[in-house]
């Protein structure tokens, strides 16, 4: 509800967030999960390359770091 998130927010966040991870982006999709409490965002990344060591601890830290930076509107 009321939700102001853009395109290009969740556009710079996944690219910020591979950049800050080393992971080269093939591609990437988001989609609001209203499924869960609280309600949140999936992103489903697309590697270039197979990743063999990955932090997902890490990686959700540099997406919700990144989204804020991007968009004030959701801090």
Request: aromatic share 8%; with cysteine.
């Given at each position: ?30 989609y609001p999960n209203t ?11 697309e590697p270039m ?27």
């Amino acid at each position: 509800m009321a939700e102001k998130t853009t395109e290009k927010a969740l556009q710079v966040t996944v690219e910020r967030s591979c950049q800050e991870m080393g992971i080269d982006l093939e591609d990437f999709s988001v989609y609001p999960n209203t499924d869960v409490m609280s309600n949140r965002y999936d992103f489903l990344i697309e590697p270039m390359h197979e990743i063999t060591k990955f932090d997902m601890a890490a990686l959700k830290e540099s997406i919700y770091k990144n989204l804020c930076e991007a968009n004030v509107r959701i801090v």
